[in-house]
């Protein structure tokens, strides 16, 4: 069975800082998707990534895909508070599964 | 453009009652359709797929149940609501299987 595992679940951190936030999956998969909650609101799609090496940026976000180590990163640089949110990995085998998501909270 | 579309946004129905929610969506043909359930503070899990019109499948066994009448639109029922079915309902679409997916802006649900 497909495990997607994202750590840390809670993060706090000050404004300009850097941070990662890891997203590990346990099945070979080259599709790999990033998505942003904000409180009681729906998800909002960042990243798509569809191959081993992939790299895409927006923002003051970045995303990898390593598919050898089954292993997705979303890099935040220089964090600001607008970055406030629930960030969630999701890997599709033969349906999406998503991480158990990472809280982000940005301080001044 | 593509849009999806869920209502109602928030409901408070009582233990034991019947649910329906609906989901559609517009500008796009034979979409995959999906609905899962985000308990409160937790991740997403799946409920049900549609590859097509009254094709359904279920990835958790629960009281719930989904049907898909006509090509755009997914609707999730149940004929008695238990208290654990309190959560935040998301419908999503995509183009096809391993294609990204488009989340509608959900429904809040609260049994009491």
């Known amino acids: 069975e497909l495990k997607v595992e994202q750590n840390p679940l809670f993060l706090s951190m000050q404004e300009g800082k850097n941070y990662t936030i890891y997203c590990n999956y346990s099945?070979?998969?080259?599709?790999l998707y990033w998505y942003r909650q904000d409180p009681g609101k729906s998800l909002e799609s960042l990243f798509v990534?569809?191959?081993?090496?992939a790299v895409k940026q927006e923002g003051r976000l970045m995303a990898s895909l390593d598919t050898k180590a089954r292993l997705s990163t979303l890099h935040i640089t220089a964090a600001v508070h607008d970055l406030s949110a629930t960030y969630f990995c999701?890997?599709?085998?033969?349906?999406?599964?998503f991480g158990a998501g990472t809280r982000l909270t940005v301080k001044p | 453009s593509q849009t999806i579309h869920q209502w109602p946004a928030t409901l408070v129905q009582p233990v034991g009652s019947p649910l329906s929610l609906e989901c559609t969506v517009e500008?796009?043909?034979?979409?995959?359709l999906y609905w899962y359930r985000q308990a409160a503070g937790r991740g997403l899990q799946l409920l049900f797929y549609?590859?097509?019109?009254?094709?359904i499948s279920s990835e958790v066994p629960q009281n719930l149940s989904a049907s898909r009448p006509q090509d755009r639109q997914f609707i999730l029922s149940s004929k008695k609501l238990l208290l654990s079915d309190s959560g935040f309902y998301l419908c999503?679409?995509?183009?096809?299987?391993?294609?990204?997916?488009?989340f509608g802006p959900g429904t809040r649900l609260t049994v009491t």
């Open positions: 549609s590859v097509g019109i009254g094709q």
């Open positions: 500008g796009t043909s034979n979409p995959n």
């Open positions: 099945t070979t998969s080259d599709r």
């Open positions: 999503a679409w995509s183009t096809s299987f391993g294609y990204e997916q488009y």
């Open positions: 999701a890997v599709d085998i033969n349906d999406m599964r």
């Open positions: 990534l569809l191959s081993n090496g």
